[in-house]
């Protein structure tokens, strides 16, 4: 499941959501079943980073 970014959600209401859809459950359906996630994991796949950045070396030079 995907969220969007700054976004709090509920992983068994959105998962009983997606259930709901795909099999055409009813309300008391959802209502009299129970949901049990085992893991969880946050992952990023794109960072929003808005600072320059810079990828110039710089060599030191030597004073005389």
Known sequence: MQSQMNEVSDPESKV?????????LSGDD???????????SI???AM???HAISSSVVRPQASS
């Open 16 to 24: 009983k959501e997606i259930l709901s859809e795909k099999y055409d």
């Open 30 to 40: 959802l209502t009299r079943s129970h949901i049990r996630i085992n893991n969880m």
């Open 43 to 45: 992952g990023v796949a």
């Open 48 to 50: 929003i980073y808005d």
